[in-house]
């Protein structure tokens, strides 16, 4: 029997299922995509934020029931169009290595073959699965909501 993910029905502001990457674990943030921008305001809102010492970059961010310090950035400096990162303090990092295992055990894989210089094919190629991260962003208390939507069960037993 085939179980197929349905949509979730409880999301209250406008949402973005972020593919799991990288970024999340190694930077502790994600370059959010313009056509996010442009449907949260984040433009509006942010379009002076170049460090995140700027006190009206502060955000939010909930995940598991749990509230984090964010940040959202522009980088304007050699770009046609200014590119806004969502940044979050280290600890939610965690949480996304704890709940995103396999996302987290290929990155790990990559470092590792990076490092030996092993591989020039994409590891996502190799180890085809995907992981999504559901983004959603309530402009008027300038608060990032993150929801686990899909996971992949992990296959390394120790591992986790």
Same mark, same amino acid.
């Given at each position: 029997?085939?179980?197929? #993910?349905?949509? @979730?029905?409880?999301?209250? *502001?406008? !949402? %973005?299922?972020?593919?799991?990457? /990288?970024?999340?674990?190694?930077?502790?943030?994600?370059?959010?995509?313009?056509?996010?921008?442009r449907?949260?305001?984040?433009?509006?809102?942010?379009?002076?934020?170049?460090?995140?010492?700027?006190?009206?970059?502060?955000v939010?961010?909930?995940?598991?029931?749990?509230?984090?310090?964010g940040?959202?950035?522009?980088? #304007?400096?050699? @770009?046609?169009?200014?590119? *806004?990162? !969502? %940044?979050?303090?280290?600890?939610? /990092?965690?949480?996304?290595?704890?709940v995103?295992?396999m996302?987290?055990?290929?990155?790990?894989?990559?470092?590792?073959?990076?490092?030996?210089?092993?591989?020039?094919?994409?590891?996502?190629n190799?180890?085809?699965?995907?992981?999504?991260?559901?983004?959603?962003?309530?402009?008027?208390?300038?608060?990032?909501?993150?929801?686990?939507?899909?996971?992949?069960?992990?296959?390394?037993?120790?591992?986790?």
């Open positions: 029997m085939i179980l197929v #993910k349905l949509e @979730r029905s409880d999301v209250d *502001y406008p !949402l %973005w299922r972020k593919k799991v990457d /990288s970024s999340l674990f190694r930077q502790n943030g994600t370059t959010i995509p313009h056509w996010a921008c449907m949260w305001g984040i433009e509006k809102d942010f379009s002076n934020c170049a460090s995140r010492n700027r006190p009206e970059s502060s939010k961010v909930e995940f598991k029931g749990k509230q984090y310090k940040w959202v950035t522009i980088a #304007k400096e050699g @770009r046609k169009t200014p590119a *806004y990162r !969502l %940044w979050y303090a280290p600890s939610l /990092s965690y949480e996304l290595k704890d995103f295992v996302s987290f055990a290929r990155d790990i894989e990559d470092r590792l073959r990076k490092s030996n210089d092993l591989t020039k094919e994409s590891i996502e190799e180890i085809p699965f995907w992981e999504f991260l559901d983004i959603e962003y309530q402009r008027d208390e300038k608060q990032f909501y993150f929801q686990a939507y899909y996971t992949q069960k992990p296959v390394f037993s120790e591992f986790v």
